[in-house]
């Protein structure tokens, strides 16, 4: 029996489909792939995200260090959410292939801006 694959992003990490680079100047000179990949930022949409960082659960700090407890981990929110458009830096993703197509995983920290439609409510 086979079980169809999922691809699940772990800490504060970031699947986003790349978008092409311009191989064109606006004036219409076409740009070799060295100065292409020579560029610092790139955009592209966000697929999917990770839960984020554990953040440490401070009201435990008063209770004696060897009691167990069945607190569950909290974790700080991501910003980036699936479906938006984000703006980051080159040198810090990592690019990785899953069932034949082409991802960069990006940390969060690594994104400069998010481009998001809010739709109305």
Do not use: C, N
Not at 18 to 40: C, F, K, M, N, S
Not at 77 to 82: C, G, K
Not at 111 to 118: C, F, G, K, Q, W
């Amino acid at each position: 029996m086979e079980f169809p694959k999922k691809l699940i992003l772990v800490g504060d990490r970031v699947l986003i489909s790349p978008e092409e680079g311009e191989e064109r100047t606006r004036v219409g000179l076409y740009l070799p792939a060295t100065a292409i990949d020579a560029q610092q930022v790139q955009s592209g949409l966000v697929i999917a995200v990770g839960p984020g960082d554990p953040a440490p659960d401070l009201s435990t700090l008063d209770d004696e260090p060897w009691k167990t407890s069945d607190r569950q981990l909290r974790w700080r929110p991501m910003q980036a959410r699936v479906g938006d458009h984000a703006i980051f830096f080159r040198k810090a993703a990592v690019e990785i292939t899953f069932e034949e197509k082409k991802y960069l995983v990006v940390p969060q920290a690594a994104i400069l801006a998010l481009v998001r439609e809010d739709l109305p409510i």
